[in-house]
Every structure is written in C-alpha cells, then in structure tokens.
Nanobody, 125 residues
C-alpha cells in the first residue's frame, strides 16, 4: 500500500506560520518527487511546492516563493512544508502528492501517481 498522510493544518492569523507534514509509506523519496497541491473553494487546484531528493531540487509556485520552504527527512520518509508569513489567500485544503517525475519549473497534477488526504489551512485576516 502507498499512503501519504498529511497533517499540520489548522487555523492561524495572517502573518503566522504553520508546518505541514507528509508521511509517506510504500514509496521511497529516492524514487518520487513529493510535494503539495492546494485547492480553495471555487478555485483551480494549484501546485504549491515539491521536492526531489534524487535531483536535490525543489519547486515553488511564484505565489509562495520566499514564504514557504519545503524539506525532507529520508530517515522518516517524510516531507515538510514550512509556511511563514501566511496570507488569507493561502487558505485552502492542502494535499500531499507523489510523482515519479520532477520538473523544476512546474508541479503538474497530470504526473501525480499518488494522492494523500488533505489537511485544511485557514488563514484569518
């Protein structure tokens, strides 16, 4: 079984921080890029950030550059998204995802092999 267990969402005021976690099982971070998509009500799903351990590379959407940091812990087979300076427009359900391909300039759900359950992030103004 492949599982991507997302956690860390919650309610935070604008300017605050949250850290999302994605605990992966059934796959290795050596073989998959892992990261986050988000979807707000009435909006398209958006690729937020991803990390490829094998490529030693990361991707960030323009909307989160400078505010979010993605990292991995291979010993725990986990990926984290540190979200700082949160804005109300960051409010969304965040989904962990894994892909067998990594692209440095985009994070496309077409290439996603596995999806995790979402965790809700709500940023109040």
């Amino acid at each position: 079984d492949v599982q991507l267990q997302a956690s860390g969402g919650g309610l935070v005021q604008a300017g605050g921080s949250l850290r999302l976690s994605c605990a992966a099982s059934g796959i290795s971070l050596d073989n998959y890029a892992v990261g986050w998509f988000r979807q707000a009500p009435g909006k398209e799903r958006e690729g937020v950030s991803s990390i490829s351990v094998s490529d030693d590379a990361v991707y960030y959407a323009d909307s989160v550059k400078g505010r979010f940091t993605i990292s991995s812990d291979t010993a725990k087979n986990a990926v984290y998204l540190q979200m700082n300076s949160l804005k109300p427009e960051d409010t969304a359900v965040y989904y962990c995802a894994a892909s067998s391909v990594f692209m440095a300039d985009y994070w496309n759900d077409y290439d996603v092999n596995y999806w995790g359950q979402g965790t809700l992030v709500t940023v109040s103004s």
